[in-house]
């Protein structure tokens, strides 16, 4: 059965309230979204504080990011959304969040990615059924051109179809899911696996 655009609305304010109160989303950042159809997406607006979104902070796309509602500007990062929706029609939801330590975790890496390996919350993510699994998360360098950027994205989740995130240096995090729900419990779980990253570097001073 698929879900209205009221209650698809509804699940992208509710994603705002929980990622802006865990102080992920801070100071207007971040973008939402989830599949309306094969070939639209429903998006939040550029600029909006993602605690306080209301019904009218979302617009419809399409896959190529243009506006199918006139008057509303989408976020400037929509290509990286519509990319991911056209790359796996499975995806029904992608999140983009600002945490600390994913902003610090890139900014302190200097290879292009970071490997999670032996950790059990690892199964917290799409695909994955024991914690004897390596999970690689590319790290792209920030550019304010989104085109430009995705087009970098692209050869990665092309080679990678079991990719479940990916992070952009000193920016923060892009993960996705078949539901709402599976994208926010990635998150978490990206967020949780950062913290003990981190954590794990301060203590062994690497
Ligand atoms: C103040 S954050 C800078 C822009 C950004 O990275 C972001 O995630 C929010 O952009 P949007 O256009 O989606 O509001
Ligand atoms: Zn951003």
Redesign the pocket.
Known sequence: MSLTREHLAQEIIDAGRFLYGRGWSP?????YSTRLSPSEALL?????HKGQLGIDDVLATDLKGNSLEPGK??????LLHTQLYSWRAEIGAVL?T?SVNATVLSRLTPEDFIEFEDYELQKAFSGISTHESRVRVPIFDNDQDIARLAAKVQPWLDAHPDCVGYLIRG??LYTWGARMSDALRQIEAFEFLFECELKTRSILNR
């Open positions: 100071a207007t950042s971040s973008n939040t607006v550029s600029g909006k500007k989408p976020s400037a990062e929509t983009h600002h920016h923060g």
